[in-house]
């Protein structure tokens, strides 16, 4: 009881306090905690052997104090067995009191094999708590302006090569330049060289988020037409797409449809195909045109199924949950930001619908100037086949089925999203003193964020396993419940006056009886179950051990003595 108690006690500390103690590099002060909780548990293991051994000894004479037959006194032999031998005996004869202390002694030699693994010395993060100084936020005044290939660029790279996210983006958050406090970078240095890469920060930051607003188009609004080739005028075989609503005025165009736009066709052009396309142009109404859908010319409205959505770029601002790993504070992926969403606010202006007239990020247009990537269709454009192959790529056959639209109104967002915010984050970061983007619910941008640093490789300290805590316990319950067991059990641990396995002591049990005298001749020659067949023959059946009152050599002198001899059953 008493070590099951120290070990929940020395457990419940380590586990407040990380530890039981600090130690250092010194090699030989690591045997500590691995000696001498095994000298304690060896200590006890060799005390329940001793039990163990000592009631086994006494069985056969526990027997005799009852009287018992020949197999369960004189030939019952319980010290120089195997161990699972000894508990099947003991089974057979009845034996609980010495199967208990067995029991208890076979666990007991388990004890050193867990003590082992009770404590381990290991490196305990340290957590502290430090700032994030903003150095850059964003120009809203100039979001709708492209002036360079950077974004769309890292855009298909991460998309499409797996590549790392732009600093403080990941998908569609975009999250102000931040640096961790100097003066603590320079503090976890000095102590360990590989800190910096290894620190661990934790904050709640403000961060734009990117996003669309659609409306969605069904296979009635739409009208599709095939156009032969033009040799003449060099024009291929096209495929025209009209969708009714997208216009206030489309007109009827030569070819009897509303001819919003057009896709040239490979030649010979295909009876029937899966198309995702996406418009090369906008209007004041919305900025992206998405369409998909099966055309088949053999059906009498030239498809079998088409959607599409008008779309406009929406920015909001949003806390977030962050995890930043080393001083350069790369998002952590397998951790990634956690918006949280009863925080979700306009930006300033107050304008989360970035329009064409004034906060457009982006258009249609935009996807001509992706890389050259090969789509499972001719009949995709670059944005659909992004969409189609990249990490978060929508499969091929879902564009031409009516029943999984919003998988694909779901995919253009996100890959819309993701391009948005690559565009965001390499062309409107300026120095935090210039921004005039308010992303913080208290109408002023913070220059500082508090975090939590924690450094993983922190002191070494002695720390108390858990489940081999668990498991030493469990073996000494088993170990108290077996020895109380066995004590209850036991008639009388008291019971020969000299210890058991002394020759002398056994001698002088039987000197006094009928024992010697009732021995063959040639009792050194015969095995056990010829003695047994022999003292049956002179009418013992039973042996029995009691006190017995003897004369001395004197006649005279009379004292108690313990004795072994052999009964008749039938005597008595």
């Known amino acids: 009881v008493g070590v099951i108690s120290v070990l929940e006690i020395t457990l419940d500390t380590s586990n407040k306090n990380s530890g039981l103690g600090s130690v250092g590099n010194d090699v030989y002060l690591h045997y500590l905690w691995t000696t001498i909780p095994s000298i ?113 660029t890292s855009a298909s790279l991460v998309l499409e090569a797996n590549l790392s996210y732009p600093d403080f983006t990941y998908r569609n958050l975009v999250i102000p330049g931040l640096a961790i406090s100097p003066e603590f970078v320079a503090a976890s240095e000095s102590r360990k060289s590989h800190a910096s890469s290894l620190l661990i920060s934790n904050a709640t930051v403000s961060a734009f988020r990117t996003g669309l607003r659609c409306k969605l188009y069904d296979s009635s609004n739409f009208r599709i037409k095939f156009i032969p080739k033009d040799e003449s005028l060099g024009d291929p075989d096209s495929l025209f797409i009209g969708i009714q609503g997208v216009y206030n005025e489309l007109g009827e165009g030569s070819q009897g449809a509303d001819q919003l736009f057009q896709w040239g066709l490979s030649s010979p052009a295909q009876q029937e195909g899966t198309f995702g396309l996406t418009p090369g142009y906008y209007t004041s109404n919305y900025q992206y045109l998405y369409v998909w859908g099966n055309y088949d010319f053999s059906v009498p409205n030239n498809f079998t199924f088409a959607s599409g959505m008008t779309c406009n770029d929406t920015l909001e601002a949003v806390d ?66 992004i969409a189609t192959t990249s990490r978060y790529a929508l499969p091929f056959s879902v564009l031409r089925d009516p029943t999984r639209i919003e998988e694909v109104v779901n995919a253009v967002k996100l890959h819309q999203s993701i391009i948005t915010a690559a565009m965001l984050t390499t062309q409107s970061r300026i120095l935090y003193n210039n921004t005039n983007a308010i992303i913080h619910p208290s109408g002023h941008d913070p220059s500082v964020f508090n975090v939590t640093v924690t450094d993983p490789i922190g002191p070494t300290r002695v720390i108390q396993d858990t489940t081999p805590t668990r ?102």
């Open 40 to 152: 304690v548990m060896s200590l006890l293991s060799l005390y329940f052997s001793a039990v163990d051994f000592n009631i086994r000894a006494l069985t056969p004479y526990n027997f005799l104090k009852v009287g018992a037959p020949f197999n369960l006194t004189i030939k019952l032999n319980l010290l120089d067995k195997s161990a699972p031998r000894i508990v099947f005996e003991q089974l057979q004869i009845g034996a609980f009191s010495g199967l208990a202390a067995a029991i208890a002694m076979f666990t007991a030699n388990l004890l050193t094999i867990f003590t082992s693994s009770l404590f381990i010395a290991t490196a305990v993060p340290q957590s502290t708590s430090s700032q994030l100084h903003t150095n850059n936020s964003f120009l809203t005044s100039n979001l709708g302006f492209i002036d360079n290939f950077d974004g769309i």
């Open 320 to 385: 977030i949950e962050t995890t930043f790993k080393g001083t350069s504070l790369d998002i952590d992926i397998l951790n990634p930001p956690v918006p949280i969403e009863s925080t979700v606010r306009s930006v300033t202006p107050s304008q989360t619908d970035l329009t064409f007239s004034g906060y457009k990020l982006g258009g249609g247009d935009m996807y001509s100037w992706f890389p050259s990537i090969a789509g499972p269709s001719n009949l995709l454009d670059p944005f659909f086949s």
């Open 471 to 572: 498991i030493l316990q469990s073996l000494l319950a088993v170990i108290l419940i077996s020895t109380i067991v066995s004590w209850v059990l036991m008639p009388n641990p008291a019971l020969l006056p000299e210890p058991p396995t002394s020759i002398a002591s056994t001698v002088a049990l039987l000197i006094e009886g009928n024992i010697f005298a009732c021995l063959p001749p040639n009792v050194t020659s015969i095995n056990d179950e010829e003695l047994k067949s022999y003292f049956l023959s002179l009418g013992f059946d039973l042996f029995q051990m009691d006190w017995v009152v003897v004369t001395g050599d004197d006649g005279i002198e009379e004292r108690k003595r313990l004795i072994v001899y052999a009964v008749s059953s039938k005597a008595n």
